[in-house]
């Protein structure tokens, strides 16, 4: 049995914050599991790792916890955020503290590939 969840969170757009919670909540419920659990955003949903972007998106219209919220009760619990390279390009280096590392298409295809490790996408 795999003892590593990765997350690549990819296709979730901040636009449409309704799908941010369920990634972020998921690998919580993981750490608390005591899994090993990454996080990866790269694409339209690395914005998120943008300082100032995740603060202001709310799951649920009239909920008091942000997004951010979601992110920090995950890196709390033991999640290790990343986020891809090429959205630097994209968003910028101004990034929540809660990122650990930066890192590349290869190491998400390493991982992914690794035995130990299951991957969901979002």
């Known amino acids: 049995m795999a003892d590593k969840l990765m997350i690549v969170m990819v296709n979730t757009d901040p636009n449409n914050p309704s799908e ?3 990634p ?3 690998a919580t419920v993981a750490a608390a ?3 090993d659990v990454e996080v990866v955003m790269t694409g339209r949903a690395g914005e998120l790792a943008k300082k100032g972007v995740a603060e202001n998106l709310f799951v649920q219209e009239g909920s008091s916890k ?3 919220d979601f992110i920090k009760d995950a890196h709390e619990a033991g999640v ?3 986020v891809c390279t090429p959205t630097l390009d994209l968003w910028g280096n101004d990034l929540i503290d809660e990122v650990d590392e930066t890192v590349g298409g290869a190491y998400v295809i390493s991982e992914a590939m690794d035995d130990d490790t299951v991957t969901f996408n979002y």
């Open 24 to 26: 972020f909540f998921q």
């Open 20 to 22: 941010l919670g369920a």
């Open 66 to 68: 942000s997004v951010y």
């Open 80 to 82: 290790v955020m990343k």
């Open 33 to 35: 599991m005591e899994y």
